[in-house]
Protein backbone atom coordinates (compact mmCIF):
# COMPACT_ATOMS: atom_id res chain seq x y z
CA UNK A 1 0.00 0.00 0.00
CA UNK A 2 1.08 3.54 -1.18
CA UNK A 3 0.39 6.01 1.32
CA UNK A 4 1.74 9.73 1.31
CA UNK A 5 0.88 12.99 1.36
CA UNK A 6 0.17 16.27 3.67
CA UNK A 7 -1.33 16.46 7.26
CA UNK A 8 -3.71 18.79 5.75
CA UNK A 9 -5.26 17.05 3.36
CA UNK A 10 -5.11 13.89 5.48
CA UNK A 11 -4.81 13.88 9.30
CA UNK A 12 -3.09 11.77 11.46
CA UNK A 13 -6.24 10.03 12.77
CA UNK A 14 -7.42 8.84 8.95
CA UNK A 15 -4.08 7.78 9.39
CA UNK A 16 -3.89 5.51 12.07
CA UNK A 17 -7.58 4.09 11.29
CA UNK A 18 -6.61 3.22 7.73
CA UNK A 19 -3.48 1.29 8.44
CA UNK A 20 -5.23 -0.67 11.64
CA UNK A 21 -8.03 -1.28 9.55
CA UNK A 22 -6.76 -2.67 6.61
CA UNK A 23 -4.01 -4.60 9.20
CA UNK A 24 -1.22 -3.51 7.85
CA UNK A 25 2.68 -4.21 8.73
CA UNK A 26 5.30 -1.31 7.80
CA UNK A 27 6.52 1.92 8.63
CA UNK A 28 4.95 5.47 8.89
CA UNK A 29 7.06 8.48 8.51
CA UNK A 30 5.81 11.83 9.48
CA UNK A 31 7.72 15.10 9.71
CA UNK A 32 6.80 18.52 10.76
CA UNK A 33 8.94 20.80 10.69
CA UNK A 34 12.23 19.79 12.43
CA UNK A 35 10.30 17.44 14.37
CA UNK A 36 10.11 13.75 12.58
CA UNK A 37 8.73 10.46 14.02
CA UNK A 38 8.45 6.89 12.82
CA UNK A 39 6.01 4.62 13.91
CA UNK A 40 6.43 0.86 13.41
CA UNK A 41 3.11 -1.43 12.95
CA UNK A 42 2.58 -4.71 12.79
CA UNK A 43 -0.90 -6.50 11.35
CA UNK A 44 -2.34 -2.85 12.14
CA UNK A 45 -0.92 -2.25 15.75
CA UNK A 46 1.91 -0.46 17.00
CA UNK A 47 4.67 -1.88 18.49
CA UNK A 48 7.20 0.92 18.44
CA UNK A 49 7.28 4.74 17.70
CA UNK A 50 10.90 6.84 17.94
CA UNK A 51 10.96 10.50 17.36
CA UNK A 52 14.06 11.77 15.61
CA UNK A 53 14.82 14.93 17.33
CA UNK A 54 13.62 13.73 20.87
CA UNK A 55 14.58 15.86 23.22
CA UNK A 56 16.83 14.50 26.55
CA UNK A 57 14.35 14.24 28.91
CA UNK A 58 12.31 11.88 26.96
CA UNK A 59 15.24 9.69 26.33
CA UNK A 60 14.68 6.56 28.17
CA UNK A 61 17.57 6.74 30.52
CA UNK A 62 16.59 9.86 31.80
CA UNK A 63 12.98 8.70 32.05
CA UNK A 64 14.07 5.77 33.63
CA UNK A 65 16.39 7.91 36.30
CA UNK A 66 13.76 10.49 36.74
CA UNK A 67 10.83 7.55 37.90
CA UNK A 68 13.67 6.38 39.98
CA UNK A 69 13.90 3.04 38.53
CA UNK A 70 17.43 3.26 38.21
CA UNK A 71 20.50 5.11 39.98
CA UNK A 72 22.78 7.06 38.01
CA UNK A 73 25.90 4.75 38.28
CA UNK A 74 23.88 1.82 37.50
CA UNK A 75 22.94 3.93 34.01
CA UNK A 76 26.28 5.60 33.55
CA UNK A 77 27.38 2.08 33.55
CA UNK A 78 24.51 0.64 31.50
CA UNK A 79 25.67 3.42 28.91
CA UNK A 80 29.21 2.58 29.04
CA UNK A 81 28.13 -0.96 28.12
CA UNK A 82 25.83 0.29 25.40
CA UNK A 83 29.30 1.94 23.50
CA UNK A 84 30.92 -1.39 23.24
CA UNK A 85 28.13 -3.89 22.47
CA UNK A 86 26.05 -1.82 20.80
CA UNK A 87 22.96 -3.87 22.11
CA UNK A 88 19.92 -1.33 23.52
CA UNK A 89 20.11 0.15 26.41
CA UNK A 90 17.06 -1.18 28.32
CA UNK A 91 18.04 -5.01 27.16
CA UNK A 92 21.65 -4.33 29.58
CA UNK A 93 19.80 -2.57 32.46
CA UNK A 94 17.71 -5.74 32.68
CA UNK A 95 21.15 -8.25 32.14
CA UNK A 96 22.45 -6.01 35.25
CA UNK A 97 19.45 -6.75 37.33
CA UNK A 98 19.07 -2.78 37.33
CA UNK A 99 15.66 -3.05 36.13
CA UNK A 100 12.93 -6.19 35.80
CA UNK A 101 11.15 -6.70 32.42
CA UNK A 102 8.06 -5.58 33.55
CA UNK A 103 9.33 -1.91 34.39
CA UNK A 104 11.37 -1.85 30.97
CA UNK A 105 8.13 -2.94 28.93
CA UNK A 106 6.22 -0.30 31.19
CA UNK A 107 8.68 2.56 30.47
CA UNK A 108 9.20 1.78 26.87
CA UNK A 109 5.14 1.42 26.03
CA UNK A 110 5.19 5.03 28.20
CA UNK A 111 7.91 6.36 26.00
CA UNK A 112 5.76 5.12 22.59
CA UNK A 113 2.43 6.55 23.95
CA UNK A 114 3.50 9.99 25.02
CA UNK A 115 5.28 10.45 21.93
CA UNK A 116 2.49 9.03 19.59
CA UNK A 117 0.06 11.39 21.82
CA UNK A 118 1.90 14.19 20.64
CA UNK A 119 1.08 13.87 16.93
CA UNK A 120 -2.47 14.93 17.38
CA UNK A 121 -1.72 18.32 18.09
CA UNK A 122 0.40 18.60 14.66
CA UNK A 123 -1.04 21.02 12.92
CA UNK A 124 0.86 20.38 9.57
CA UNK A 125 3.10 18.07 8.35
CA UNK A 126 3.58 15.40 5.59
CA UNK A 127 3.21 11.37 5.99
CA UNK A 128 4.66 8.26 3.96
CA UNK A 129 3.70 5.03 4.81
CA UNK A 130 6.25 2.12 3.47
CA UNK A 131 4.52 -1.29 3.62
CA UNK A 132 7.74 -3.97 4.86
CA UNK A 133 8.32 -6.43 7.26
CA UNK A 134 8.73 -5.40 10.87
CA UNK A 135 10.85 -7.37 13.37
CA UNK A 136 8.45 -7.91 16.57
CA UNK A 137 11.39 -8.63 18.80
CA UNK A 138 12.11 -4.38 18.44
CA UNK A 139 9.03 -3.67 21.02
CA UNK A 140 9.77 -4.50 24.35
CA UNK A 141 5.86 -4.49 25.17
CA UNK A 142 2.49 -5.69 23.82
CA UNK A 143 1.33 -3.93 20.62
CA UNK A 144 -1.43 -1.53 20.74
CA UNK A 145 -4.43 -1.56 18.83
CA UNK A 146 -4.66 1.78 16.47
CA UNK A 147 -8.24 2.64 17.60
CA UNK A 148 -7.35 2.56 21.02
CA UNK A 149 -4.64 5.18 20.33
CA UNK A 150 -7.42 7.23 18.13
CA UNK A 151 -9.75 7.36 21.06
CA UNK A 152 -7.27 8.39 23.63
CA UNK A 153 -5.87 11.03 21.14
CA UNK A 154 -9.43 12.22 21.07
CA UNK A 155 -9.54 11.89 24.31
CA UNK A 156 -6.52 14.19 25.67
CA UNK A 157 -7.11 16.16 23.16
CA UNK A 158 -11.02 17.39 24.69
CA UNK A 159 -9.35 17.38 28.16
CA UNK A 160 -6.07 18.90 27.58
CA UNK A 161 -7.06 22.44 27.66
CA UNK A 162 -8.37 22.22 30.80
CA UNK A 163 -6.16 20.08 32.93
CA UNK A 164 -3.59 22.63 31.78
CA UNK A 165 -5.54 25.72 32.70
CA UNK A 166 -6.12 24.45 36.21
CA UNK A 167 -2.33 23.22 36.64
CA UNK A 168 -0.33 25.29 34.09
CA UNK A 169 3.01 24.86 36.39
CA UNK A 170 5.29 22.12 36.61
CA UNK A 171 7.47 23.70 39.11
CA UNK A 172 4.47 23.95 41.15
CA UNK A 173 4.35 21.73 44.92
CA UNK A 174 1.55 20.32 46.22
CA UNK A 175 0.29 20.39 49.68
CA UNK A 176 -2.50 17.43 50.93
CA UNK A 177 -4.95 18.97 52.78
CA UNK A 178 -7.80 16.11 53.68
CA UNK A 179 -6.73 12.04 54.65
CA UNK A 180 -7.29 9.78 51.56
CA UNK A 181 -6.64 5.86 52.32
CA UNK A 182 -4.45 4.87 50.09
CA UNK A 183 -3.96 1.02 51.75
CA UNK A 184 -5.87 -0.67 48.74
CA UNK A 185 -3.11 1.14 45.94
CA UNK A 186 -0.74 -1.73 44.08
CA UNK A 187 3.20 -1.64 44.86
CA UNK A 188 4.92 0.35 42.64
CA UNK A 189 7.46 -2.75 42.50
CA UNK A 190 7.53 -4.68 38.97
CA UNK A 191 4.81 -2.05 36.79
CA UNK A 192 2.39 -2.58 39.72
CA UNK A 193 2.05 1.46 39.15
CA UNK A 194 1.42 2.17 35.50
CA UNK A 195 -0.79 2.55 32.66
CA UNK A 196 -2.06 -0.65 32.81
CA UNK A 197 -1.70 -1.13 36.37
CA UNK A 198 -3.85 0.88 38.31
CA UNK A 199 -7.82 1.30 37.41
CA UNK A 200 -7.71 4.44 35.65
CA UNK A 201 -10.59 7.19 34.51
CA UNK A 202 -12.16 10.06 36.64
CA UNK A 203 -13.99 8.79 39.54
CA UNK A 204 -17.55 8.73 39.86
CA UNK A 205 -19.40 11.41 41.72
CA UNK A 206 -16.00 12.51 43.67
CA UNK A 207 -15.16 8.76 44.39
CA UNK A 208 -11.00 8.54 44.23
CA UNK A 209 -9.83 5.50 42.07
CA UNK A 210 -6.24 3.59 42.31
CA UNK A 211 -5.00 6.25 40.20
CA UNK A 212 -5.98 8.83 42.21
CA UNK A 213 -5.00 7.58 45.25
CA UNK A 214 -1.33 6.67 43.71
CA UNK A 215 -0.97 10.45 43.01
CA UNK A 216 -2.07 11.32 46.50
CA UNK A 217 0.27 8.76 47.68
CA UNK A 218 3.03 10.59 45.65
CA UNK A 219 2.20 14.12 46.57
CA UNK A 220 4.69 14.84 49.27
CA UNK A 221 5.10 18.50 50.70
CA UNK A 222 8.38 19.11 49.03
CA UNK A 223 7.64 17.53 45.62
CA UNK A 224 6.73 19.21 42.73
CA UNK A 225 4.10 18.57 39.92
CA UNK A 226 6.71 17.38 37.19
CA UNK A 227 8.37 15.14 40.13
CA UNK A 228 5.01 13.12 41.05
CA UNK A 229 4.16 12.57 37.24
CA UNK A 230 7.64 11.21 36.77
CA UNK A 231 7.40 9.04 39.75
CA UNK A 232 4.03 7.72 39.32
CA UNK A 233 5.13 6.40 35.02
CA UNK A 234 1.44 6.92 33.84
CA UNK A 235 1.96 9.63 32.11
CA UNK A 236 1.86 13.73 31.97
CA UNK A 237 -1.50 13.84 30.52
CA UNK A 238 -2.72 11.05 33.29
CA UNK A 239 -0.76 12.59 35.70
CA UNK A 240 -1.99 16.02 35.89
CA UNK A 241 -5.93 15.00 35.05
CA UNK A 242 -5.24 12.69 38.57
CA UNK A 243 -3.54 15.84 40.46
CA UNK A 244 -6.87 18.28 39.14
CA UNK A 245 -9.82 15.79 39.99
CA UNK A 246 -7.76 15.48 43.78
CA UNK A 247 -7.61 19.49 43.73
CA UNK A 248 -11.38 19.61 42.67
CA UNK A 249 -12.58 17.24 45.54
CA UNK A 250 -10.49 19.26 48.27
CA UNK A 251 -7.97 16.21 48.80
CA UNK A 252 -4.59 18.47 47.69
CA UNK A 253 -3.80 21.93 47.01
CA UNK A 254 -1.14 23.19 44.06
CA UNK A 255 0.81 26.23 45.35
CA UNK A 256 1.90 28.18 42.29
CA UNK A 257 5.81 28.70 42.27
CA UNK A 258 6.98 32.04 43.33
CA UNK A 259 6.77 35.01 40.61
CA UNK A 260 7.28 38.40 40.43
CA UNK A 261 7.80 40.00 43.60
CA UNK A 262 7.68 36.92 45.52
CA UNK A 263 10.65 35.61 43.51
CA UNK A 264 12.46 38.98 43.28
CA UNK A 265 12.56 39.53 47.21
CA UNK A 266 13.85 35.93 47.22
CA UNK A 267 17.35 36.92 44.76
CA UNK A 268 17.54 39.68 46.86
CA UNK A 269 17.69 38.30 50.14
CA UNK A 270 19.87 35.99 48.16
CA UNK A 271 22.05 38.08 46.56
CA UNK A 272 22.82 40.22 49.77
CA UNK A 273 23.58 36.64 51.69
CA UNK A 274 26.33 36.51 48.22
CA UNK A 275 27.71 39.88 48.67
CA UNK A 276 27.97 39.85 52.59
CA UNK A 277 29.84 36.20 51.89
CA UNK A 278 32.33 38.34 49.16
CA UNK A 279 32.42 41.07 51.45
CA UNK A 280 30.65 43.47 49.63
CA UNK A 281 29.41 45.09 52.61
CA UNK A 282 33.08 46.23 54.10
CA UNK A 283 33.33 47.70 50.79
CA UNK A 284 30.26 49.97 50.87
CA UNK A 285 31.45 50.94 54.59
CA UNK A 286 34.45 51.67 52.79
CA UNK A 287 33.00 54.38 50.36
CA UNK A 288 30.37 55.54 52.23
CA UNK A 289 33.24 56.28 55.13
CA UNK A 290 35.32 57.90 51.75
CA UNK A 291 32.39 60.20 50.56
CA UNK A 292 31.42 61.44 54.14
CA UNK A 293 35.64 62.13 54.54
CA UNK A 294 35.43 64.33 51.34
CA UNK A 295 32.12 66.45 52.30
CA UNK A 296 33.50 67.18 55.89
CA UNK A 297 37.11 68.34 54.18
CA UNK A 298 35.20 70.66 51.19
CA UNK A 299 33.04 72.21 54.06
CA UNK A 300 36.26 73.17 56.13
CA UNK A 301 37.96 74.17 52.62
CA UNK A 302 34.99 76.52 52.33
CA UNK A 303 35.97 80.55 52.32
CA UNK A 304 36.36 81.82 56.21
CA UNK A 305 36.08 85.37 57.72
CA UNK A 306 39.44 87.07 57.78
CA UNK A 307 40.75 84.38 55.65
CA UNK A 308 42.99 86.04 52.14
CA UNK A 309 42.71 85.32 48.52
CA UNK A 310 45.58 83.41 48.45
CA UNK A 311 44.57 81.39 51.02
CA UNK A 312 40.98 80.78 49.99
CA UNK A 313 42.60 79.64 46.17
CA UNK A 314 44.99 77.20 47.92
CA UNK A 315 42.17 75.23 49.67
CA UNK A 316 39.94 74.92 46.64
CA UNK A 317 43.26 73.64 44.76
CA UNK A 318 43.35 71.36 47.62
CA UNK A 319 39.51 70.40 47.36
CA UNK A 320 39.94 70.41 43.74
CA UNK A 321 42.63 67.56 43.83
CA UNK A 322 41.31 65.92 46.60
CA UNK A 323 37.64 65.39 44.73
CA UNK A 324 40.04 64.33 41.32
CA UNK A 325 41.60 61.49 43.60
CA UNK A 326 38.34 60.59 44.64
CA UNK A 327 36.75 60.15 40.95
CA UNK A 328 40.02 58.38 40.07
CA UNK A 329 39.68 56.19 43.21
CA UNK A 330 35.99 55.74 42.44
CA UNK A 331 36.88 54.38 38.32
CA UNK A 332 39.43 52.38 39.43
CA UNK A 333 36.84 50.26 41.98
CA UNK A 334 34.53 50.41 39.04
CA UNK A 335 36.88 48.71 36.97
Do not use: C
Not at 84 to 94: C, Q, T
Not at 149 to 178: C, H, S, Y
Not at 262 to 272: D, I, P, R, T, Y
Amino acid sequence: MALSGTLKDFGIADILQLIGHQTKTGSLLLKSGRDEVEVSFREGNVIFATEKNRKSNNFLGTMLLRAQLVTPPQLDEALQQQQRSLKRLGDILVEMGALSQPQLAQMAKLQTTETLYKLFRWKSGTYEFSQREIDAGKSTFDPIRAESILLEGFRRMDEWPNVRKKIPWQDATVKKLQELDVRDVPAMDDGGLGLDGLDGGGGGEGKPTERHKAIYKLAEQARTVQQITDLSRIGEFEALKAMVELVDWGYIGVVPPARGGVAAMKELAAGGRMLARSGGLVRIAITLAFFLLTFFLLHLAGPAVGSSRAEHHALKGAAARLLARGQLLRLESAL
